[in-house]
């Protein structure tokens, strides 16, 4: 008598040598139980030798053997019968889903041992693991690859028990065989898509139609700062997308990624942060794409960090901002230059033409007999003198405006210098200058108040504040000049009731060539207070301006001592 069988293994797949002839595929047999066991039956009859091999591994009367077989050929999975004890471990017993399996005919495969199932791509480990277990009498399960009659390569899921007799002895060894393709290459394909998901730079997660975390590759968790564990599950827009750019609320209706899950379409976004673990912003541009299967609905997001991106946009805007910047302030410095080319050619050519003027008059007079008296002559070489010293105050200017422009420093020719005589002295010349018809300069300058400095240069800009005041002004209006000393230095005060400055002009009459508002109609070359500030800087001191429109204009110089002038020069 033979006891029902032990199984002592699980799932197993055949594998490994040579196979038979091929025919055509067919199809997994499925069935009741009483088509199967007609089946079987029809089988024994077809193949006389398969009663003959059960027979030997079982008792020819024992009623289990049929039972066996009955519930073997009923089964709609494939199973075939193993004598234990024969040489070879020849197949004695093989029902129709086997033969569905394979394509092999019944009476084709009993007498075989399975090897004929395997082929070159059956794994050799699965083998291995399958004649261990033949060895030991005990059981097991592979997964391996097998090829059907007809050459078609299949993924059979073999599990191996044995049968053993009353005294223990392994007499049989069942092997149920289910085809395990569908699965497997499943399995393939996830493994494939975790691969991919897990080499790909790019952060991609997946979310339900609820917006729950589904999955997670490792670059989108690391690029959120969280574990994988720590998100799946989670609702992705409470965690990482609740708020927009600049902190405000981000309503889940209103986000694209929300919607796309819910059923919406596809969306590619620029423009957007992520929220990391630590509270920190990340500028991403996603896509989403939305999904739906079988009793499935949501979306896969892909993320892209464009923090990098975003850095170099700004400081490609900056550069931008720069060049455009270098290139409107060299534009302007050559607008510059030639304003400064015009106005100093016209202010060097007013008084080249008065000084013609002048010769050509008294060469007219001579050509007619008429020689000039001693008084004409010394008036005729004081009006050139006036002329050459307009003509050489130009071209001083213009030098001077040009050196501070360039950053360089002036060569000062330093001495003694009384300030209070030098603006008495600018004074007389300016107003002979301007002659009665023009402001009223008076002047508090006491002698003695001395400095160390370039007594021509601070001759210039005493003429220019001094000058402005008076061109600036109304006829007959003041214009103060103190000069008084202060510790071991000195200070200068111009004071005038003239047109004014406006206050959003006062920071810029101090640029080169800029002249306020209020200055058109009266000539001047812009270059006046520029080079004032920039001469009084050299000597170490400062200038200052006050102004206001319809008040007038007041210039406050202060020069250090000796000992700091030296210094700065």
């Known amino acids: 008598m033979v006891r029902r069988a032990d199984v002592e293994g699980g799932d197993m797949e055949t594998g490994g040598g040579e196979r038979g002839p091929r025919g055509a595929d067919a199809g997994v047999a499925a069935g009741g139980t009483e088509d199967h066991a007609r089946r079987a039956e029809a089988a024994e009859v077809a193949s006389p030798d398969v009663a003959r ?48 399996l394979t394509g092999y005919p019944i009476p084709a495969v009993v007498g075989r041992n399975c090897r004929f199932l395997q082929g070159p791509d059956t794994d050799p480990v699965a083998v291995a693991t399958l004649r261990r277990a033949l060895a030991a009498g005990t059981g097991c399960t592979v997964t391996l690859r097998n090829y059907r009659r007809d050459g078609t390569p299949f993924w059979n899921e073999l599990t191996l028990a044995p049968l053993r007799d009353t005294d223990g002895q392994v007499v049989a060894y069942v092997g149920v065989q289910v085809d395990a393709t569908a699965r497997v290459e499943a399995e393939r394909q996830r493994a494939l898509q975790a691969a ?28 959120l700062g969280y574990p994988p564990a720590a998100v799946i599950g989670r609702d992705m827009h409470a965690l990482v997308h609740h708020h927009r750019r600049d902190g405000t609320p981000y309503p889940p209706d209103a986000c694209p990624i929300h919607q796309a899950a819910a059923g919406g379409q596809g969306v590619r976004v620029a423009d957007e942060v992520v929220w990391r673990r630590d509270g920190t912003a990340v500028p991403v541009e996603y896509a989403v794409q939305p999904m739906a299967g079988a009793g499935f609905a949501g979306a896969v997001v892909t993320l892209v960090d464009v923090t990098e991106r975003a850095r170099a946009e700004q400081e490609r805007a900056a550069l931008l901002t720069r060049e455009r910047a270098a290139r409107a302030e060299a534009e302007a410095a050559v607008t510059q230059r ?111 108040v001395v400095i160390v400095g370039d007594r021509d240069r601070l001759a210039r800009v005493l003429q220019n504040i001094i000058g402005n005041a008076v061109k600036y002004s109304p006829a007959g209006a003041p214009v103060q000049v103190r000069v008084r000393a202060e510790g071991d230095g000195a200070v200068v005060v111009v004071r005038d009731a003239g047109v004014g400055i406006p206050a959003g002009e006062i920071d810029r009459v101090f640029t080169p060539f800029y002249r306020a508002s209020t200055a058109r109609g ?28 319809g008040v007038g204009t007041t210039v406050t110089i202060t020069l250090p001592g000796a000992e700091k002038t030296a210094s700065a020069s």
């Open 53 to 100: 091999h059960v027979s030997a591994v079982f008792d020819a009367g024992d009623a289990e053997r049929a039972r066996l077989l009955t519930l073997f050929a009923a089964l709609p999975v494939g199973v075939v019968l193993v004598d234990a004890r024969a040489a070879d471990l020849p197949i004695v017993f093989a029902n129709a889903a086997f033969s569905a």
């Open 196 to 223: 991919v998901l897990d080499a790909t730079a790019e952060g991609i997660y997946g979310i339900d139609h609820a917006g729950r975390c589904t999955f997670i590759n490792p670059a989108a968790a690391a690029l």
């Open 338 to 448: 030639d304003h400064l080319l015009s106005l100093a050619a016209h202010d060097l050519r007013t008084p080249l033409a008065a000084l013609i003027g002048e010769v050509q008059l008294r060469q007219r007079r001579l050509r007619r007999g008429r020689p000039l008296s001693v008084e004409e002559q010394g008036a005729f070489l004081a009006t050139l003198h006036d002329l050459l010293q307009r003509q050489v105050a130009v071209v001083s200017e213009v030098t001077d405006a040009a050196y501070v422009q360039l950053g360089e420093r002036l060569a000062l020719r330093v001495a003694s210098v009384d300030l209070g005589t030098l603006a008495g002295e600018v004074a007389d010349m300016l107003a002979h200058a301007h002659g009665a018809g023009a402001a009223v300069i008076d002047v508090a300058a006491p002698t003695g």
């Open 522 to 549: 009266v000539a001047g070359t812009g270059l006046g207070l520029a080079g004032a500030q920039g001469i009084i800087a050299q000597h170490g001191g400062t200038i200052a301006l006050e102004s206001a429109p």
